[in-house]
């Protein structure tokens, strides 16, 4: 089972940006689609952003495009995400997630059922 670990939250200003990673441990990283999720207090998880096996497609949440970016390095067995230009509304904990499958397909991969391993989250907090 692959161990993952998100770091890079913290407290940010309105606008500001924050850069997360997501290790994961094993040997077969470059094989899982990653999604990022995140959950704020009272609320569902939701999806933000998913990238495929190689890095050649990504998708993101409506509210996130074109402040967040997704990317992969598989090589050190990592995931990231950029944000920039944070809004209050983008706290909460965001978690990483591996997913299977051979196709990619943005309707599957934005689900949070579609995921098998999870992280424990880094919590992000954007104050006003």
């Known amino acids: 089972q692959v161990q993952l670990a998100e770091s890079g939250g913290g407290l940010v200003q309105a606008g500001g940006s924050l850069r997360l990673s997501c290790a994961a441990s094993g040997r077969t990283f470059s094989t899982y689609v990653m999604g990022w999720f995140r959950q704020a207090p009272g609320k569902e998880r939701e999806f933000v952003a998913a990238?495929?096996?190689?890095?050649?497609?990504?998708y993101y949440q409506d509210s996130v495009k074109g402040r967040f970016t997704i990317s992969r390095d598989n090589a050190k067995n990592s995931v990231y995400l950029q944000m920039n230009s944070l809004k209050p509304e983008d706290t909460a904990v965001y978690h990483c997630a591996t997913a299977g499958g051979i196709a990619w397909s943005t309707d599957y991969y934005s689900r949070p059922a579609s995921y098998n391993n999870w992280g424990q989250g880094t919590q992000v907090t954007v104050s006003s």
């Open positions: 990238i495929s096996w190689s890095g050649s497609n990504t």
